[in-house]
């Protein structure tokens, strides 16, 4: 018992050295997705809940209005994350700072108690090392937290198994779907796996088993249901073009996820593993290690752990334990027997030759696997010399350890300057007082603040999530022709353009203090930080009797869309769409309409505007090439302030943006324009104008509606008409939207080809708009159906120890003679 605790002391010293070692001085977190998803989510949910609006469905602070139910990703109901509650002072980077560590930590202890189910403490200890040290596990506590956060639970649902213990394995099962849903489906195929690698023939926990598993399952109904509605209704994400042959073909990932964070990141050692039990294992660890293999290089496996989406090896880092397990298994056996023939040494080091100057010799990971390789040689040598597993498993953990520093090293941690800008922002925002229904952008490092939301009244039309309304984002992407400004096509930042920020409401900004931003007005400062107004914009919620057909819409030039949606609405019966003559880009602007050009650095100049009035905008188009290569650097072109980027033709969040858009307002009679380096082939150069006073003309136009108010899922208010019309929102359309106008229900509409609307007569009416969660009510079935699966659980267990009792306590019947 003694050496249990010592080990279980230097595993905690061990994981506390690395972690030190890996983040220095700044935060726990990754600058890439863990500040602007993870913890500005939380910070968001933390919102919702202090705020008594938890229960509403709608998040209308974040991508111009969208199912709450798009964020279970990032941990919607995660009940660690509301935690936070009892700290409202901490700030919620530093919480979950805390939070993953805590888990980190948790996760790896646990794995040392799970792994003495099967082995000596000391081959445990080298275990839970080697799990500690594995690529993922480190990496994504600091990243992509939901990649492994429910290791406790995991390993819970495994000591459930081992203790026979029901309740605790439906519990374990529903927080796994909490804390991180999309790998809950390859956490229950490893449940399952492991249940059957110790289950004994006709095992009395077989029904006990199933029904527990069900009952986890059911239990998040509340969550799952309504997710699975949200994703079905406006998905979007990363998603490839999978051909069916290819997934009944070896997974090309699995060799290259030997170290990379985004698979198991085992290295030799679990190749040796999985080799010694096809070879040299018991019947059982020979069917485990082939039902691992297959789940591992199959691409059919890793597509449906992916959710359908992709091929991608991160799915199977719920297998992690049971990898691990196998590691410890075969090391105690071989230990034991140290059986294994020349041939099949030869076979091994060919792989590990192969699989080197096939995939890693020219690989960030090629001087890893050099390292790791020759570690495990000289502690395989020594084994085999001396029988000594101190020596083996001691040089799998350094070489281990090696690998882990190697990754966490090269990963860029949060400073802390991010957190007293944020801050700064925060306290300028709530100093102020917003009309709604307005929205506010955020010009101030777009690639942390994207995603913020700084006060319940603080709407926004950015997002940056995995999915979301994809109206909204047909939207963006193929009529408005978004200035994109970030690699990742999922991050919609704020926009510059004025067009953009009149069209949607964005009546507040906060940017430098000395920065230009045309139509906005300075209000108050905070050190270097200004918060501006724009009176100018449309509310959310308008009503205008102009009314152009969809049809007309589609036909029609860019320019003359754009200026369609500031002078009427786009439904599906209207008239034709006005036409905005294309000017000459050669007689305005003095350009040609197709260039190929090279800088080595970044460049700037002007171009003069040779026509045209203080008053206009000139709405500019043209196509870019995309580069052939594969990281997240891309090629950026910015006109007077207003950026469009173009990544990489291979990088996998690539959302090949090579059609830029400019709206430039002529208050300078010049374009100055800065290009990236790079190589540039820029063609269909067009451009329209149009005057920005029509603009203003059509927002004091339209109907602006008055008394607004919103109580969770409803808002209303009162609006006029002066004639037959449309009621127009910029909330993107989304069928659980229900529209009542003076308390009678009228049919909702798709207008503007991607928002909320309804026709509605003239005269002044009251409005109630209405957002009803389609799978709430099923979900809260199936969670209502899991208690009480749970219920029959804990009562037919209880039930069963009194009998066992009261046999104990009476004693066998004797039989008479």
């Not at 275990?127 to 939901?146: E, K, N, T």
């Not at 792989?351 to 570690?375: A, C, E, P, Q, W």
Request: charged content about 15%; aromatic content about 16%; glycine content about 6%.
């Amino acid at each position: 018992m003694k050496r249990k605790r010592l080990y279980g002391i230097l595993l905690i010293t061990f994981l506390m050295i690395l972690v030190m070692l890996c983040k220095g001085s700044r935060l726990f977190g990754s600058t890439t997705d863990w500040y602007n998803q993870h913890v500005v989510f939380a910070d968001f949910f933390r919102l919702l809940a202090s705020t008594g609006t938890m229960s509403s469905s709608l998040a209308v602070q974040l991508g111009a209005g969208m199912n709450l139910f798009h964020l279970s990703y990032y941990g919607l109901f995660n009940p660690l994350l509301y935690g936070s509650l009892l700290v409202p002072f901490l700030d919620m980077s530093f919480y979950l700072s805390f939070l993953n560590l805590l888990l980190y930590f948790v996760s790896c202890y646990l794995c040392y108690r799970f792994l003495q189910f099967h082995t000596s403490p000391s081959i445990s200890l080298a275990g839970s090392i080697l799990f500690a040290c594995a690529s993922p596990v480190l990496f994504h506590f600091h990243r992509q937290y939901m990649f492994v956060n429910y290791f406790p639970f995991l390993f819970l649902a495994f000591f459930a198994i081992q203790k026979k213990h029901g309740w605790l394995l439906s519990l374990s099962m529903f927080l796994i779907i909490l804390t991180s849903y999309f790998f809950a489906f390859p956490c229950l195929v490893s449940i399952v796996l492991y249940y059957l690698y110790i289950r004994k023939k006709k095992d009395s926990f077989d029904k006990e088993f199933f029904y527990s598993i069900v009952s986890g399952c059911l239990l998040s109904g509340f969550m799952v249901i309504p997710t699975f509605f949200a994703l079905l209704d406006g998905a979007r994400g990363i998603s490839s073009n999978v051909i069916l042959i290819s997934l009944f073909l070896p997974n090309p990932t699995f060799w290259t996820s030997l170290y990379n964070p985004y698979g198991l990141g085992m290295g030799i050692i679990f190749l040796f593993s999985l080799f010694l039990a096809l070879f040299r294992g018991k019947k059982k660890e020979r069917r485990f290690s082939i039902v691992l293999i297959c789940l591992s290089c199959f691409s059919l496996f890793v597509y449906l752990f992916n959710g359908l989406l992709y091929t991608r090896s991160k799915a199977l880092i719920p297998f992690l334990p049971l990898a691990i397990l196998l590691c410890v298994v075969m090391i105690k056996d071989w230990q034991e027997s140290r059986k294994l023939r020349p041939y099949q040494f030869v076979i091994f080091f060919a792989i590990v030759f192969i699989s080197y100057f096939v995939v890693y010799r020219t690989s960030s990971y090629g001087t890893l696997m050099l390292v790791d390789f020759v570690l495990f040689l000289i502690g395989l040598l020594s084994f085999w010399k001396w029988n000594k597993k101190e020596i083996l498993l001691g040089a799998v953990c350094l070489s281990a350890c090696i690998s882990v520093l190697a990754v966490n090293l090269e990963e860029s941690y949060l400073p802390t300057d991010v957190l007293k800008t944020d801050e700064d922002v925060r306290t300028l925002v709530q100093s102020e007082e917003r009309k709604l229904p307005y929205r506010s952008t955020n010009l101030l490092d777009p690639q942390y603040s994207l995603n913020q939301v700084y006060a319940s009244d603080y709407w926004s039309s950015n997002i940056y999530s995995s999915t979301s309304n994809s109206y909204y984002d047909a939207f963006l992407r193929d009529v408005w022709k978004y200035d994109f400004t970030f690699a990742n096509h999922l991050m919609v930042g704020p926009s510059r353009s004025i067009l953009f920020q009149t069209l949607m409401g964005e009546r507040y900004l906060v940017g430098d203090l000395e920065g230009e931003y045309p139509g906005y007005q300075f209000q108050s400062s905070l050190d270097e930080l200004g918060y501006f107004e724009n009176e100018q914009v449309l509310p959310m919620f308008y009503t205008t009797n102009t009314v152009y057909s969809r049809n007309s819409f589609d036909i029609s030039s860019y320019g003359s869309q754009i200026a369609s949606l500031f002078s009427g609405v786009i439904a599906e019966e209207g008239e034709l769409l006005p036409v905005v003559e294309e000017l000459s880009v050669t007689d305005v602007l003095g350009l040609d309409t197709e260039y190929t050009i090279a800088f080595t650095e970044d460049t700037s100049f002007e171009i003069p505007v040779l026509e045209g009035s203080d008053d206009d905008v000139f709405i500019l188009s043209f196509d870019v090439n995309e580069d052939a290569c594969s990281n997240d650097s891309g090629k950026v072109i910015t006109i007077n302030g207003m950026s469009n980027l173009v990544a990489c033709k291979d990088y996998l969040y690539s959302g090949h943006h090579t059609h830029f858009a400019y709206h430039l307002l002529n208050n300078e009679q010049k374009f100055s324009v800065t290009m990236s380096a790079g190589e540039y082939t820029i063609s269909n150069i067009r451009l329209w104008k149009i005057s920005m006073n029509d603009v203003t003309n059509f927002v004091r136009s339209v109907g602006h509606p008055s008394d607004f108010q919103m109580n969770g899922n409803e808002m209303s208010f009162e609006i006029s008409s002066d004639d037959d019309g449309y009621l127009v929102s910029t909330l993107p359309y989304d069928r659980n939207y229900r529209i009542l106008i003076d308390g009678k229900e009228v049919e909702t509409e798709i207008v503007n080809t991607a928002f909320l609307g309804a026709p509605i007569s003239a005269g002044t009416h009251q409005v109630t708009i209405v957002y009803q969660d389609s799978g709430i009510v099923l979900g809260v079935i199936c969670s209502v159906s899991g208690v009480i699966l749970l219920g029959f659980i804990i009562i037919s267990k209880g039930m069963k120890y009194n009998e066992n009792q009261k046999f104990k306590k009476r004693g066998p019947k004797k039989i008479k003679a």
